[in-house]
Nanobody, 125 residues
């Protein structure tokens, strides 16, 4: 069983930055591919970014490429999402997911085995 806990969300203005954190339980975090997704009201869960278990490979949605950066710190069992130049359309609940297959980072939510409870990000114009 893997437990994921997101934090770092909040209310910011357009152009501001936020850093989200996702802390994972369990001794095998370094073998998990990790992803960030988001869901706005009335919309489906949307892929944001993912990072391979090795940290070597990353993958971003086009909508956040160049603004968001995903990273991981295995010593702390934590994955981060640095979000810069935030826009109102980035407003959503952000979730982290763990993919236990030790593969390349992927964008389909179906491949993620565990999810956190989410953290709200609201960007005002």
């Amino acid at each position: 069983q893997v437990q994921l806990v997101e934090s770092g969300g909040g209310l910011v203005q357009s152009g501001d930055s936020l850093r989200l954190s996702c802390a994972a339980s369990g001794p095998s975090f370094s073998t998990y591919t990790m992803g960030w997704f988001r869901q706005a009201p009335g919309k489906e869960r949307e892929f944001v970014a993912a990072i391979s278990w090795s940290g070597v490979f990353t993958y971003y949605a086009d909508s956040v490429k160049g603004r968001f950066t995903i990273s991981r710190e295995d010593a702390k069992n934590t994955v981060y999402l640095q979000m810069n130049s935030l826009k109102p359309e980035d407003t959503a609940v952000y979730y982290c997911g763990a993919d236990l297959t030790r593969g390349y980072p992927r964008s389909s939510p179906d491949v993620y085995n565990y999810w956190g409870q989410g953290t709200q990000v609201t960007v005002s114009s």
